[in-house]
Nanobody
């Protein structure tokens, strides 16, 4: 059974940085073709995609608004995908979720329907 656990959220001042972790179980990073995606949901807003990675070939896709400040990476030895966020802004305040799926095109481009497994989320709060 696939399980995802996010961590690394917290309170941070604007301009700071955080590294969010998505620890997975039930996924063999070395030979299974899963895509891990990061999403976020701000108060009163719909959930939106941030960045995703095919853990087999390392291909990534990042939403335009997140390019330059959000970096996705993985550690095969730890079966973990990270989201590094730099130059945090108050509008980055949200619950951040990771999700896993096997999209037909290999990457999914953050279409939520492509993701079968979701973590519980980690709260990021950015103060001005």
């Amino acid at each position: 059974e696939v399980q995802l656990v996010e961590s690394g959220g917290g309170f941070v001042q604007a301009g700071g940085s955080l590294r969010l972790s998505c620890a997975t179980s039930g996924i063999a990073f070395d030979y299974e073709t899963y895509t891990i995606g990061w999403f976020r949901q701000a108060p009163g807003k719909e959930r939106e995609g941030v960045s995703c990675m095919n853990i087999r070939d390392g291909m990534t896709y990042t939403k335009t608004y997140a390019q330059g400040r959000f970096t996705i990476s993985k550690d095969n030895a730890k079966n973990t995908v990270y989201l590094y966020v730099d130059s945090l802004k108050p509008e980055d305040t949200a619950v951040y979720y990771c999700a896993a799926g096997t999209p037909g095109d290999g990457l999914g481009y953050l279409r939520e329907s492509e993701y079968d497994y979701w973590g519980q989320g980690t709260q990021v709060t950015v103060s001005s």
